[in-house]
């Protein structure tokens, strides 16, 4: 099971950071976590994912340099903090897990989802 926490309202340039707590299952050694947002009337789409060491990452162009996905797996708890913040970043943010040792980019690979964190940025 998978919990996300962390969203809000914030004004543009703000920051937020979003957690994703794990639980029921070793997340932490055994799966790739990643993070992916929808806005309303568009589809979902990855934003950033790491793999089950820390050692790899991914970023969405469109995030690349403002944000940063990391994960203590000693919580098994994945974050993702986002700097500079624009409107378009609003979005609800959704953790998931895949249970794969790369980082995938595409929904149908992640097996496990969380219930998803409103972020909103006002401008």
């Known amino acids: 099971q998978l919990q996300a926490s962390g969203g809000g309202l914030v004004q543009a340039m703000g920051s937020l950071r979003l957690s994703c707590a794990a639980s029921?299952?070793?997340?932490?050694?055994?799966?790739?976590m990643g993070w992916f947002r929808q806005a309303p009337g568009k589809e979902r789409e990855f934003v950033a994912g790491?793999?089950?060491?820390?050692?790899?990452?991914n970023y969405a162009d469109s995030v690349k340099g403002r944000f940063t996905i990391s994960r203590d797996n000693a919580k098994n708890t994945v974050y993702l903090q986002m700097n500079n913040l624009k409107p378009e970043d609003t979005a609800v943010y959704y953790c998931?897990?895949?249970?794969?040792?790369?980082?995938?980019?595409?929904?149908?690979?992640?097996?496990?989802w969380g219930q998803g964190t409103q972020v909103t940025v006002s401008s």
């Open positions: 029921g299952r070793t997340f932490s050694r055994f799966y790739a």
């Open positions: 790491i793999n089950y060491s820390g050692g790899s990452t």
């Open positions: 998931a897990a895949a249970n794969i040792a790369v980082v995938p980019t595409r929904v149908l690979d992640y097996h496990y």
